[in-house]
């Protein structure tokens, strides 16, 4: 009996094992360094990729936790979740994840898994972009399973009201405070014209006219006519880490319908002021949103694996 209960705890200890900044620190070394190296690479070629490496840790966390499932590809037995509405034709990034993982292999094989890589790549590129730093907690495994489903439902829409916002948060234990933070990461990067369409033509009572007018040039009315052509979610500086998404909110120039709900007269209103007038504060809340962020739900201990392929499960 004193054996079967060691043997439990020893198994309930590895399924529940705690996420740590030091967790590769004799096992892998090398491997913070190697990944910003590839991710600096990476940006250097194409700076947009800062924001889509950040938007892939988010919409993996929001599905099931942070667990690496938005890295799967579709097979003809296996559905994932890159197809899913909030990832099809806009999720990217995954070269660069697929060439970070190639790197981390080479100096720690079979150690280290995806979706740690995913989480250590999204605070490399907002650092680098010139916002702020913030020890990553590891120790995830990846999940063997991913959910199209659950994508489809779990990822906030950028037609989302202040209300559904703050409850989708909520369920996965983030704040109000933290959506706002986290929000904040649109100060960079792209959206395309099918995300925003409704919201410059239909909602002009939101938006400031010669915004909408701007906006509406490249993006014509018509669906399916540059539904791919692409807006700065950033008006100001799209390629930089800083807080002007937050000046362009209360300016009325917030590109998706979801962005502007957040300064519309509604409860959110003062945190965006907040952080309009205060940079370092939004910088602080940020990162510990991230952390926040990357601690739902993930696998650990003797859960899920450790990828060889971040495409594919072993």
Known sequence: MIRLFLLVLVVLGSA????????????????????????????????????????????????????GSILLDDTSSFTGEKNAGPNKNSARGFEVIDAIKSAVEKVCPGVVSCADILAIA??????????????????????RTASQGAANKGIPAPTSTLNQLISTFAN????????????????????????????????????????????????PRPSGVGDNNLAPLDLQTPTSFDNHYFNNLINRKGLLHSDQQLFNGGSTDSIVRSYSANPSSFFADFASAMIKMGDINPLTGSQGEVRKNCRRIN
């Open 16 to 67: 529940n094992a705690q996420l740590s900044k030091d967790f590769y620190s004799s096992s892998c070394p090398k491997l913070l360094d190697t990944v910003k190296c590839t991710v600096e690479a990476a940006i250097a070629k194409e700076t947009r990729m800062g924001a889509s490496l950040l938007r892939l840790f988010f919409h993996d966390c929001f599905v099931n936790g942070c667990d």
């Open 122 to 143: 999204a605070r490399d590129s907002v650092n680098i972009l010139g916002g702020p730093a913030w020890d990553v907690k590891l120790g995830r495994r990846d999940a």
């Open 172 to 219: 996965l234990g983030l704040s109000t405070r933290d959506l706002v933070a986290l929000s904040g990461g649109h100060t960079i990067g792209q959206a395309r014209c099918t995300t925003f369409r409704s919201h410059i033509y239909n909602e002009t009572n939101e938006l400031v006219a010669s915004f909408a007018q701007t906006r509406q040039s490249k993006c």
